[in-house]
């Protein structure tokens, strides 16, 4: 057992453990410990600091989703761009579930958008489920305020796939849109410009958020 690993046992809560396995359904149970977040952003934060942190994000694939998720969370910490990236196009081939996708947000990221952007539109189109679905959810992150362009919205409408996993991310994607940037993603909806689950996914999702108004909520509700 690995440094690593036994600070993660050390932190296990086997009843978050059970819940944990019926959140994430789509990886084994076994792969599970059953660590809380807040606990393994704190191992990933003092063991980022350690000899061995190169060598942990050298060794893939982890034998935990547990390990995963320290591994993004170690390199959302990275500072410097290009290493960052590197890191991250080396990870995501390895990422197998939703919330070690979308629980990492590098940081370095905010401060290059224009170096960023490439590296998004390129994940975006990935035959890969989870790094297609992390580009997205970085685009909505990242470009759905100041540096929107109406093109980005035309990126993720074009994402086709069955996997449930991808077509939540684009609804959630355009329900965001809808928040922030109302009348150039209203017309996604209008024409139903999305397939026909993702459509009444992202109504659904944008009637539930706070940022949408009542009278934007009654007008969607329409257009089911």
Known sequence: M???????????DKKYLDFQIKLVPN????????????DMR????????????????????HKYFEENLIHFFMISAIKDFD??????????PFVDCWPVCDQSSPKVFKKNHERILPCIKKWIDSPHVYTARFGMRMLMNEFLG?????????????????????KM???????????????????????????????????QKACESYRITDKQKEYLKTLI
Not at 27 to 38: A, Q
């Open 2 to 12: 690995t440094d690593i690993q036994k600070k993660l046992f050390e932190k296990q």
């Open 169 to 203: 991310m684009v609804a959630w994607f355009f329900a965001t849109a809808l928040a922030k940037q109302w009348d150039a993603a209203v017309p996604y909806i209008e024409k139903k410009m999305l397939a026909d689950w993702t459509h009444k996914k992202t109504i």
């Open 27 to 38: 990886i084994p149970p076994e792969s599970m410990i059953g660590v809380r977040t807040p």
């Open 42 to 61: 704190a191992i990933a934060k003092d063991f980022a600091k350690t000899a061995q942190a190169a060598d942990f994000l050298a060794e893939l694939p």
């Open 83 to 92: 290493e960052c990236v590197n890191a991250v196009e080396k990870f995501l």
């Open 146 to 166: 100041e540096d929107f362009k109406s093109e980005y919205l035309e990126w993720v409408a074009a994402k086709k796939g069955d996997d449930y996993y991808l």
